[in-house]
């Protein structure tokens, strides 16, 4: 178990036993790894049930590393509302859409948003990877009502940003860094795809 792990389980167990040292975290820098035969679902459940409890966080640095071996073999969490009160958010690595969506819930709060190269892996539903067997791969996206990602294949992540449109009302900094395709033919990235992830950043802008 590496340092890092250690220091973490330590960070919620305290939290989980004393909710109201909650309320003196103010700046969190979090890796928020999971692998196979690493974070169970239950150990994952208990970091969101902390971060739940973040209240007064207005400096939030969080980075994702989850491994596709481990997002076929686990549904996924699907987090609540969480860090309502942050003013700075970073946000880098491989994360599903229901974690953007979870992390960036008072998008009116923001002075300062730092997107760096997000991902996310392919999903027929929030939590749920898509039945390979079924034929999901040539789906098409889709979006819920209010925006939301729905359906949605791997690789750079897009239709996030739109839901934020006219939410981002104290916004003063952002930094957005993002990938193109790889290769013309790249099955997960064609170029209509790539041409509706930078039209939604310029609508943001």
């Known amino acids: 178990m590496s340092n890092l792990t250690v220091q973490q389980n330590s960070f919620i ?28 679902r239950e150990e994952e459940e208990r970091i969101w049930e902390v971060f739940a409890l973040l209240d007064n966080v207005k400096d939030l640095d969080i980075s ?6 481990t997002w076929r073999h686990y549904d996924a969490v699907v987090p609540p509302p969480v860090f309502p009160r942050a003013s700075r958010i970073r946000i ?9 969506r979870a992390i960036m819930s008072n998008p009116s709060k923001l002075i300062d948003m730092e997107l760096n190269n997000l991902q996310a892996f392919d999903q027929s539903r929030d939590g749920q990877p898509m039945n390979m067997v079924m034929g999901l791969p040539d789906a098409p996206e889709t979006e819920e009502e209010a925006g939301w990602p729905l359906l949605r294949h791997t690789g750079p992540v897009h239709g996030h940003l739109h839901p934020l449109i006219g939410q981002l009302s104290n916004l003063q900094h952002l930094h957005l860094h993002i990938v193109g395709q790889q290769h013309p033919d790249e099955p997960n990235w064609p170029d209509e795809r ?3 992830q930078y039209k939604e950043i310029a609508t943001l802008i």
């Open 13 to 40: 167990a305290a939290m989980l036993k004393d909710p109201s040292l909650a309320r003196h975290v103010v700046s969190l820098t979090w890796t928020y790894h999971r692998s196979l035969g690493g974070q169970s």
């Open 64 to 69: 994702f590393f989850l491994g596709h071996f």
């Open 92 to 100: 880098g690595g491989n994360a599903s859409y229901a974690i953007f």
């Open 194 to 196: 790539e041409a509706k």
